[in-house]
């Protein structure tokens, strides 16, 4: 099993910046993979960005140039630093991990979200 906490978010005016922290409960060496999703009001939830375990990045064009992912594996937690903040922004963000177990199962993991608010 693998708690994931997430923190940072908050009320920011437009073009403001926010860094989401997410904590796991256990090493994130191994993990296969983690990410960042949102969803907002009446929407269904879309992937922001995501990061392998080599630490290789994806990132949702919406976003491109405004947000980094990033990975701590010392802290076993994982950033997502967002700069020039638009309202669109405006939703709960999530915390993910894919967690690849020695039977090749794989267990999705998330956390319980954080809610990102973008004034205009």
């Known amino acids: 099993q693998v708690q994931l906490v997430e923190s940072g978010g908050g009320l920011v005016q437009s073009g403001g910046s926010l860094r989401l922290s997410c904590a796991a409960s256990?090493?994130?060496?191994?993990?296969?993979?983690m990410g960042w999703y949102r969803q907002a009001p009446g929407k269904q939830r879309e992937l922001v960005a995501e990061?392998?375990?080599?630490?290789?990045?994806n990132v949702a064009d919406s976003v491109k140039g405004r947000f980094t992912i990033s990975r701590d594996n010392a802290k076993n937690t994982m950033y997502l630093q967002m700069n020039s903040l638009k309202p669109e922004d405006t939703a709960v963000y999530y915390c993910?991990?894919?967690?690849?177990?020695?039977?090749?199962?794989?267990?999705?993991?998330w956390g319980q979200g954080t809610q990102v608010t973008v004034s205009s």
């Open positions: 256990r090493s994130i060496s191994s993990f296969h993979a």
């Open positions: 993910n991990a894919d967690v690849l177990y020695r039977d090749a199962t794989l267990e999705k993991y």
């Open positions: 990061i392998s375990s080599s630490s290789s990045t």
